[in-house]
C-alpha cells in the first residue's frame, strides 16, 4: 500500500503522457479541455503543460487580441513537428516514401518507378535516392527521422529478411534494415506490404470503424494482410496472410483470366492487360465480363477460406486492381455467397497504391508512441535503436 | 495528481485482488511470500489477508505442533471451493458435464450417452438430469454454482444460439442460455466445441506454452478453433474456424476415405469403421493404410489453408480421431510440408473427448475472474447475471 518515489515519479511521467495523447491530434486546447480529456486536475495539468511547453512537446497559442470578453484563457498546442517518421513502399515497380510529422499529417509523398529485375544493391540504392530526394526537399537530415517502417512482398521475419519467398530478384539475400541502418540510428523495420496495407486501411483508409479485417492486395499477385480486434497478426513466423501460397485456393491462376481474355492487345504489358478487361467489361464487352467472373470465382476460393477461417467483419480489396472494384465487387459477392456461411461487409479500398507506404507510416508511429511509454518523456529527439 | 477516496478505495481493492492472485493454485503461503508475490509491504498483506479471511476467500493453516525451532509463520490459503463452475459438451452422442472449483481442480465428471436424433427439448432435458447426477454427487445445489459454459457443435452467436448450422437435430432454434437461465443465476455462456477444446489444450493441454494456436477437432466431421496471441478468436459473428464448410479444403470428404476402406466390417457404425481402419493401419494393413493417407491428404489442404492464413506456433490435432494420432500425424506432416511455406509444430492432443468440456471449465472461471475484476471482493456468492 506504501507509495514508493519512483511510483510517484513514473505517476507523474504517465500523467504527463496523458496530456500529450490529450493534445495530439486536437485543436489547441485550454487547460481545462486537457483536465476533461485526462481526467486529471486542472492544477495538475497547469504544472504538467507548462513542463511539456519547456521540454518542447508542446507550444503556448496566446490568445488574440480580437478577444473581446473577459480575459481569454490560453490555448496549448502538441508540437506535431517536434519529430517525423518515414513509411516506405519497396515494390517490384516502384518505391514509395511518405514523410510524416508525430500527428501522422503527411508531409511529402514521392514515387519512383523501379526496375523489375533490379537486384537488392541497385534496389536499395534507388530507395536511398528517393529518401535524400524527400529529406532535402523538406530540409532535413537523417537525425530528423524518428522511426522509419518499410514494406516489400512475401513474409517477412523478425529481422527484415524475406528468406522464405520473395518476387523481388535475390532479395531473399537482401537485409534492407543493416542497409538503411547504416545511415539511420532510429529505429527501423521492414514489414510485408499487404500487412502494412492493412493497417492503412484501418488507420485513414475504409475500414476505420472495423476491428476484425481481411485485406487483399489484388493485382497481378494477390495477397492478404489480417487485423483482428483491431491488432495486425503477423503470425509466429511473420508469415500469416500468404494464403495465396496454397493451390487450391487458386489465387496463383485467378489473374491468369484477365491475361489470357481473347481480345487484349497483343503489345500489352500484364498489367496494362488487365486494365484494358475491367475497361471492356466495364464497357459491356462479354468476353471480358466472362474474364472478370472467372477470375472473381478463383479469387473468392481464397476470400472464403480467409472469411470462414475468421469470420470478419470487413473484407477490404485493395491494391492496384481495386481501381477497377466498380467492376470486381459485385460478381465477387455473388461467388462468396456460395462458399460463406455469413458473408461480411466487402469494401474497396480509397487509398489505392499509396497504402503500403501509408501503413509503413503508422507502424513508425506506433513505434514512436512505444518509446515514450516505455522510455518516458525526454526533450523530444530521435529514439535510438 | 490529488489521490481521492474513491481512488484508495480502488487502490485497495486491486491490491485485495492482488493477494487473491498470490494465493490461488499456489500451496499455502506466509505474509512474506505473498508479499514478495504481490510486489506489496509485508504489513499491507498482513491486513488484506486477514480481512480476506474474514471475508471467507483464504483460510488459516496454524503451523503444525511438530515444529522444533523458533515460532513457524501462519501460512494461508486459498479457499478453492468457496465456489464451483461447469463446464458442458453437449455433444451428438453423449453430454459431459465437469465440476470444478475456483482453482480448477476438478470435483466431477459425469459422461452420459446422448440419442443423436433427440429434438432439443429431449436433449436439453438429458443435460439437465446429467447436471442434476453431478450436484447431487457433490452435495450441491444451483445456487453453488457461479458459471455455466456449454460447447456444441456449429458456429455459436452472442447469444449462445446455433442458427447457420447444426448438425443437432432441430438445434438451430434451441435456446440453452435460456434453459439453463430457467434454473441457473449465475453467468452462463454457450460455445461452439471447436473453440472450447482449443481453450482446454491452451489451459491443461499440450499447447500451454504457445501463444498462437490451430486447433484441430478431428472426427466425423473435422472443425477448427483458433488461438492467437493467446486469445480465443471468435469471429464478429461467432463463426471463426468454419473453414471446413469450404469445399476446396476438402474436410467435408476426408472421413469418407476412412468409412469406404476395403476390409471394414459391414456392420461397423461411421466411428468404428474409422477406429477399424486406424487400427488396421497400425497393424500394416495396406488398404488401410491407404485410406489413412487418403485423409490426411484432404485433411491437410484445409489445416494448410489455416497454417499459411495465420502462421501459428503449433496445430494441435484433437477430438476423438487423436487416440489414433500415431498413425494420423506423420502423413500429416508430410502431405502439409508440399503446401506450407513454414511448418509449425504437430502435436497430438492428449485430453481426448474431455477437452470440450475443459475449456468450458476454463471459460467459466474467466468469467469469474472478470467479475470479481469488475465487481470487486464482497464475501464469496455467485455472481448474477
Sequence with gaps: MATTGTDLSRMREMNQLSIVWALRGNPPSTVTELAGRAGLSRPAVD??????????????????????????????????????????????????????????????????????????????????????????????????IWAITAGVTGPVDASGRT???????????????????????????????????????????????????????????????LILDGTLRRGHGGAAGEIGALKAVRWLTAPGHLESCPG???????????????????????????AVRRYTRDLAVGVAALVLALDPQVVVYGGGFSRSSDVVLEPLRQELTKHCLRLPELRASTLGDESVALGGVRLS??????????DGLAAPSAPRR
Design 264 to 290: 487484349v492487345p497483343a503489345s500489352a504489358a500484364p498489367g496494362e492487360a488487365a486494365a484494358w478487361v475491367f475497361q471492356a467489361a466495364r464497357d459491356g464487352d462479354r468476353d471480358a465480363r466472362t
Design 47 to 144: 504544472v504538467l503543460v507548462q513542463s511539456l511547453v519547456t521540454d518542447g512537446w508542446a507550444e503556448v497559442e496566446e490568445p488574440g487580441a480580437n478577444s473581446v470578453v473577459g480575459r481569454p484563457a490560453r490555448r496549448f498546442r502538441f508540437r506535431a513537428d517536434a519529430g517525423h517518421v518515414l513509411g516506405i513502399d519497396i515494390g517490384v515497380h516502384k518505391i514509395l516514401v511518405v514523410l510524416s510529422d508525430l500527428e501522422g499529417n503527411l508531409v511529402r509523398t514521392l514515387r519512383r518507378p523501379a526496375d523489375p529485375e533490379a537486384d537488392p544493391r541497385a534496389r536499395l540504392a534507388a530507395v536511398d535516392r528517393v529518401i535524400d530526394e524527400v529529406l532535402r526537399g523538406a530540409g532535413m537530415t537523417p537525425d530528423d
Design 163 to 225: 528468406s522464405l519467398f520473395t518476387p523481388l530478384p535475390g532479395w531473399n539475400a537482401a537485409d534492407p534494415v543493416a542497409h538503411l541502418g547504416a545511415r539511420f540510428s532510429c529505429p527501423i523495420q521492414v514489414e510485408n506490404d499487404c500487412k502494412l496495407a492493412a493497417v492503412a486501411e484501418r488507420w485513414k483508409g475504409v475500414a476505420s470503424d472495423a476491428d476484425d479485417i481481411v485485406f487483399l492486395l489484388a493485382g497481378l499477385r494477390t495477397g492478404a494482410g
Design 365 to 374: 508511429l506506433d513505434e514512436v508512441d512505444s518509446r515514450l511509454l516505455s
